[in-house]
């Protein structure tokens, strides 16, 4: 069974730093893409970032381009989301979702993705 579990959310001042982490357990196949996807109160569920496993690859929603960053770590089934600079309007839950292929330009929308963390919170607040 395909589990997902997100870590590293929490309160930060604005300006400041988190780091996210989504650790991957039961996903077989080495061809997928892994997103992260932040959705707010009374706000739709928007695609923040996204990593492609087969060749690194990496997306990032205009919002955040140059304030975060995606990676992975393979041998933990890691991807993290370092966080900078953040704004108050980065505060969301944070979700990170798997799916089965590499996605390219279509990776932002929710419904390509068959897997889906319990989310963290992230709060941007002084």
């Known amino acids: 069974q395909v589990q997902l579990v997100e870590s590293g959310g929490g309160l930060v001042q604005p300006g400041g730093s988190l780091r996210l982490s989504c650790t991957a357990s039961?996903?077989?196949?080495?061809?997928?893409?892994i997103g992260w996807f932040r959705q707010a109160p009374g706000k739709e569920r928007e695609g923040v970032s996204c990593i492609t496993n087969s060749d690194g690859s990496t997306y990032y929603a205009d919002s955040v381009k140059g304030r975060f960053t995606i990676s992975k770590d393979n041998a933990q089934n890691t991807v993290f989301l370092q966080m900078d600079s953040l704004k108050p309007e980065d505060t969301a839950v944070y979700y990170c979702a798997i799916s089965g292929s590499g996605l390219g330009n279509v990776w932002t929308d929710p419904s390509l993705y068959a897997y889906w963390g319990q989310g963290t919170q992230v709060t941007v607040s002084s």
């Open positions: 039961g996903f077989t196949t080495t061809n997928y893409a």
